[in-house]
C-alpha cells in the first residue's frame, strides 16, 4: 500500500502531517475559543488538555489524514486501475472515521459541534489542496533531486 522505497511520496506525507499541525496550532492560538467545560460548570469532560479548543486538533487530523490517505491510494494510480468496489469502501471508512472521530470528541465533552465542523473543514481542505495543487510537484522535484543525473565525488 505504502511506497516507501520512494522518497518523493515519503517526504509528501512528512510534508503534509508538517503543515497539518501547524494548520492546527496556528488556528488554535487565533480564535482563542475556549473549549465546552472552561466556561459550563455542567460539563465534565473525561479528560483533556487545557489549550483552546476551536478547531478541534481531532477532528483535523481525522478529516486531513483520511481524506489525504484515501485521494492518495485512489488517485495516485492510473484512472484505468481503480477498483470501484475497492473505492467505494475505502471512500466509506474515510467518511466513516472521520465522523466517529468527531463524534467522540462532542461525547467526552472537550469540544463543540462548531469546533469539530470547523476541524472537518480545515482538514478535508488540506488534503484536496495538497492532492490537487502541490502532490505532482513535490513528488517530481524531490524525484530529479534525488535521481539527478550528476554524481558528487567527494573525494
Not at 494548520?23 to 473549549?35: C, F, G, L, Q, W
Not at 475505502?90 to 470547523?118: D, E, K, M, P
Amino acid at each position: 500500500m505504502f511506497n516507501w522505497e520512494s522518497r518523493a511520496r515519503a517526504f509528501y506525507y512528512l510534508l503534509f502531517l508538517t503543515i497539518t499541525m501547524f494548520v492546527m496550532n496556528i488556528t488554535k492560538m487565533a480564535y482563542h475559543e475556549p473549549r465546552p467545560f472552561m466556561y459550563n460548570d455542567i460539563i465534565m469532560p473525561y479528560g483533556c488538555s487545557n489549550e483552546y479548543g476551536n478547531p478541534s486538533g481531532h477532528s483535523i487530523f481525522a478529516g486531513a489524514f483520511n481524506f489525504f490517505f484515501f485521494l492518495d491510494c485512489q488517485y495516485g494510480a492510473r484512472a484505468e486501475t481503480i477498483n470501484k468496489v475497492r473505492y467505494s469502501i475505502a471512500l466509506f471508512f474515510a467518511i466513516t472515521l472521520t465522523v466517529l472521530i468527531g463524534y467522540a470528541r462532542i461525547y467526552v465533552g472537550v469540544h463543540t459541534y462548531n469546533q469539530v465542523l470547523y476541524g472537518w473543514i480545515w482538514g478535508v481542505w488540506l488534503a484536496f489542496y495538497f492532492h490537487i495543487c502541490i502532490r505532482e510537484h513535490i513528488i517530481a522535484h524531490i524525484t530529479s533531486i534525488t535521481h539527478s543525473s550528476k554524481q558528487v565525488d567527494f573525494k
